[in-house]
């Protein structure tokens, strides 16, 4: 089993920035992805960042320029640099992780973030 647990959410006004953080514990294997996911209300979850073991990153077209997703391998943690925040940003943001090898996922509970003048 594998447990994450996301932290760093809160109320930030526009333009403003966040870092969340999301820590793994357990059997976490390599290879894997870490990434990170957010569900705004009423509507579907979404992608918004991955980072492969080996530090390959992938973004949703929104979240470039804005957003650096980030890992330290050593402490098993994935973080999320969010910048120039917008209102549509507000959602809940959820932690990822996927060992490749035997295709297993896991979710964290989740880190409210909302962007509000």
């Known amino acids: 089993q594998v447990q994450l647990v996301e932290s760093g959410g809160g109320l930030v006004q526009p333009g403003g920035s966040l870092r969340l953080s999301c820590a793994a514990s357990?059997?976490?294997?390599?290879?894997?992805?870490m990434g990170w996911y957010r569900q705004a209300p009423g509507k579907q979850r979404e992608w918004v960042a991955s980072i492969s073991s080996v530090g390959g990153t992938n973004y949703a077209d929104s979240m470039k320029g804005r957003f650096t997703i980030s890992r330290d391998n050593a402490k098993n943690t994935v973080y999320l640099q969010m910048n120039s925040l917008k209102p549509e940003d507000t959602a809940v943001y959820y932690c990822n992780l996927r060992r490749l090898v035997l295709k297993l996922e896991y979710w964290g509970q989740g880190t409210q973030v909302t962007v509000s003048s």
């Open positions: 357990g059997n976490i294997f390599s290879p894997n992805i």
